[in-house]
């Protein structure tokens, strides 16, 4: 087998979502990251490498900024796999690259081996899950002493107090302002009425934020933590989603959240995938 290295350029974008396929495919993970807009972001905003056999794009990796740092991602075909493809594949974009942050959507125990092998160490990691919304929904009721609304203008400030209150005592909340939330949060797939706030008595209790075949985050505060509001929020979303045509949405959850993961797999959640960072 003769492979050819070569630099990749964003006419090569086609190419990659086809290998990108193969590989979620095999190894699970988003769809989401197969598609164009999402490896453009990867492969098309620094340096790309890519290798072919035949013509056909069986492995790349891709280095780009972040911050003072760099970042790595790479795609090795399943077929293609055991041959020294990705070893080769990451000690080029390390030498390329110098100290580099490593990426992966869809983590393999083959993939876990080289980067310690290469001296990387994980340092953070989060499950990807999926639920298919044809199976029927679990019967999860609201607390009727709670008001529940949708997202809207008005009801934005009540949301960044549910979203603060429910995550502000977790390491690494980033103390967002409302407004630096919102940006964060909301774009051309976020779904205002599948999103929803619980409020007692005026004062927040939980929310729920959606996105198409997404379901962003979910929250109780304090108070209202251990009383299944968090799940029958996310279940009402699920529902309102469902209504809306989705056959099936997806979530992650970091895998030092125990509590979560519980939460979503007695919702009928599936765990797919692991994305991972090492350094």
């Known amino acids: 087998m003769t492979v050819e290295w070569v630099a990749l350029s964003p006419a090569d974008i086609p190419a990659i979502a086809e290998l ?3 590989c979620v495919a095999r190894d699970g993970g988003l769809p989401a990251t197969a598609s164009p807009s999402f490896l453009e972001r990867r492969y098309g905003a620094g340096t790309a490498l890519g290798a072919f056999v035949d013509g056909r794009l069986v492995a790349c990796g891709g280095v780009r900024p972040v911050g003072a740092a760099s970042a790595a991602t790479g795609l090795v075909d399943p077929g293609h796999r055991g041959g020294g493809l990705g070893s080769s594949l990451l000690d080029q974009l390390v030498e390329r690259a110098g100290p580099v942050r490593l990426e992966t959507e869809s983590l393999t125990p083959e993939a876990d081996a080289l980067f310690r092998s290469r001296g990387f160490r994980q340092t953070f990691a989060e499950d990807v899950y999926r639920r298919d919304l044809t199976r029927p929904l679990p019967a999860v009721p609201l607390p009727p002493e709670l008001e529940i609304e ?3 203008e008005g009801t934005e400030a009540a949301f960044h107090e549910a979203y603060s209150a429910s995550f502000a005592d977790r390491p690494g909340f980033p103390g967002w302002s409302p407004e630096e939330w919102v940006d964060w949060l909301v774009d051309d797939e976020f779904l205002p009425g599948c999103s929803l706030v619980a409020r007692e008595a005026g004062r927040a209790a939980g929310f729920v934020a959606c996105a198409e075949g997404f379901l962003i985050q979910v929250g109780a505060v304090p108070g209202w933590r251990r009383r299944g509001l968090a799940r029958a929020l996310a279940a009402a979303a699920l529902d309102r989603m469902r209504t809306r045509g989705a056959t099936e949405v997806f979530l992650d959850v970091n ?11 007695g919702l009928g959640f599936e765990v797919i995938a692991r994305r991972a960072r090492y350094e």
């Open 20 to 22: 990108a396929r193969r």
């Open 150 to 152: 949708e997202w809207s």
């Open 255 to 265: 895998v030092d959240n125990p509590a979560s993961a519980a939460l979503f797999r």
